[in-house]
C-alpha cells in the first residue's frame, strides 16, 4: 500500500463547478498537509498548507484535513479554466514548520476546466 | 519566496551516457532536495544535498547511478549516469523556505 494514495484522473469539469480533490494517507506521523498545483511543463507551486485537522479557507480555494480518517481534500469553488492543471497533495511529518522538507507527494489529480 | 532556476528544459540523451542537471537558487539554502517525477507516479525524492558534507540518498538511489555536488549554498547539481530509457522522467530540484518548498521547473529527461 502506498503510503499517499490519490486518484490520478483526469477530472473534467465545465466553468463554475465545485471541484474536490481528495488523499488519503496511512502514516498517521504525518501532521503537515499541503496542495500544490502543477502547470504543464512547470515545477509544482504550494497552494494551500494545513497543520494538523482543520479546515483552511484562501479566496475560492478551502483545504480540509481529517486527521481520524487520514483524509485530506481541497475544494475549488467557482473553478475557471485557469484552474486546469495538476493538483498532488503532500504530506510531512516534520518535527516542526521549520522542518517540513520531507514530503511526501501523491501522484496527483488532473483537472480539466472547460468553457 | 524562493527562485530557482533549473537547467536544462528538457534532453534527449543516448543510453549509456550521463546528464548533468543544474540548479541555482537566488539565496542561501541549507538543503537542496531532487526529485524524480515519472509519469502517473508522485514525486519521488532521491536525494538530500547539503552543502560540505555527502548527500543522503532515500531508499532505492545510490550515489553511483545519481552523484550529487553542492559546491556552495545556493548550487546543486545531480548527475543521472548511465542512462536507461527507465531513466526517462522529470527531474526537480527543490529547497524549502520556513514551511514551502519551491521547486525548480523541472528537467524532462528523455532516453533513447
Known amino acids: 500500500q502506498k503510503e499517499v494514495e490519490q486518484d490520478p484522473g483526469p477530472l473534467s469539469v465545465p466553468e463554475g463547478a465545485i471541484v474536490s480533490l481528495n488523499c488519503t494517507y496511512s502514516n498517521s506521523a504525518f501532521q503537515y498537509f499541503m496542495w500544490y498545483r502543477q502547470y504543464s511543463r512547470k515545477g509544482p507551486e504550494l497552494l494551500m498548507y494545513t497543520y494538523s485537522s482543520g479546515n483552511k479557507e484562501d479566496g475560492r480555494f478551502t483545504a480540509q484535513v481529517d486527521k481520524s480518517s487520514k483524509y485530506i481534500s481541497l475544494f475549488i469553488r467557482d473553478s475557471q479554466p485557469s484552474d486546469s492543471a495538476t493538483y498532488l497533495c503532500a504530506m510531512s511529518a516534520g518535527e516542526s514548520a521549520g522542518t517540513a522538507s520531507k514530503l511526501t507527494f501523491g501522484t496527483g489529480t488532473r483537472l480539466q476546466v472547460t468553457l | 519566496s524562493a527562485v530557482i532556476s533549473q537547467k536544462p528544459s528538457r534532453d534527449i540523451c543516448q543510453r549509456g551516457t550521463s546528464l548533468t542537471i543544474q540548479c541555482q537558487v537566488d539565496s542561501q539554502v541549507t538543503m537542496m532536495f531532487w526529485y524524480r517525477q515519472q509519469p502517473g507516479q508522485s514525486l519521488t525524492l532521491i536525494a538530500t544535498?547539503?552543502?560540505?558534507?555527502?548527500?543522503?540518498?532515500e531508499s532505492g538511489f545510490v550515489i553511483d547511478k545519481f552523484p550529487i555536488s553542492r559546491p556552495n549554498l545556493t548550487f546543486s547539481t545531480l548527475t543521472v549516469s548511465n542512462l536507461s530509457p527507465e531513466d526517462s522522467s522529470i527531474y526537480l530540484c527543490?529547497?524549502?523556505?520556513?514551511?514551502?518548498?519551491?521547486f525548480g521547473q523541472g528537467t524532462r529527461l528523455t532516453v533513447v
Open positions: 544535498a547539503n552543502q560540505g558534507s555527502e548527500a543522503t540518498y
Open positions: 527543490s529547497v524549502v523556505r520556513y514551511t514551502e518548498a519551491f
